[in-house]
């Protein structure tokens, strides 16, 4: 197994539609297993393959939930009912949302409550189960991330402004930037 590089907000494959996966193979597996590995050693709670620069429909995640869903997985070629959301402001204190390809920073987003999940493990069998309350916000957050979508690309107009402002006082927005997980600082101070 491998630790990845973690991609920053600039880089091309985040803005961009994943490609669907079509071949749940060794190779699927490894990428998987290097994607527990990644994710394992940022601390994160997901990840998916594009923030490692691969441009496939994947994410693993790591939450304890309340749904009966196992507390790690993988989710292969996925796809997402949403609840509705709220059109309330969200809760600084209680909607704040971090990622690994903006590291280091929180901002608050609101999130549907439930969320249907279905799509295939890394062997292909396929999965269909529903989340609720923080791991829908994962399962969103991440699947977001295959449609070429990062968080702060969904906040409202007062937490939109300061996440530029976050962006262009750190130099992101622009291609080649990665941080790596176990040898770099960690920028959530795990």
């Known amino acids: ?7 920053i907000l600039g880089e091309p494959v985040l803005h961009r539609r994943a490609e669907e996966v079509t071949a749940f193979d060794a190779e699927l ?3 998987v297993a290097d994607m527990f590995e990644t994710m394992d050693a ?3 709670v997901g990840l998916a393959a594009p ?12 939450m304890e939930n309340d749904d009966g869903v196992p507390d790690r997985g993988v989710l292969v070629n996925p796809s997402l009912t949403l609840g509705k959301v709220s059109g309330k402001d969200p809760d600084p204190e209680e909607e704040e949302e971090g990622c690994l390809s903006v ?14 999940v279905r799509g295939f493990d ?3 069998n396929a999965l269909d189960f529903e989340a609720t309350g923080w791991f829908a916000r994962c399962m969103q957050h991440e699947y977001d991330h295959l449609d070429g979508k990062l968080y702060v690309d969904r906040l409202n107009n ?16 622009v291609s080649g930037l990665t941080w790596l997980p176990g040898v770099d600082p960690d920028p959530f101070g795990h």
Do not use: C
């Open 1 to 7: 197994m491998t630790i990845h590089p973690v991609t």
């Open 158 to 173: 007062r937490y939109g402004r300061k996440a530029q402002k976050t962006v262009k006082r750190n130099g992101w927005g």
């Open 29 to 31: 597996k490894s990428l």
């Open 122 to 124: 890394a062997d292909g």
């Open 103 to 116: 590291p280091g920073e929180g901002f608050p987003l609101k999130r549907a409550e439930w969320v249907r």
């Open 51 to 62: 923030q490692i620069g691969v441009g496939l429909r994947i994410f693993t995640y790591q």
């Open 42 to 44: 940022a601390h994160g």
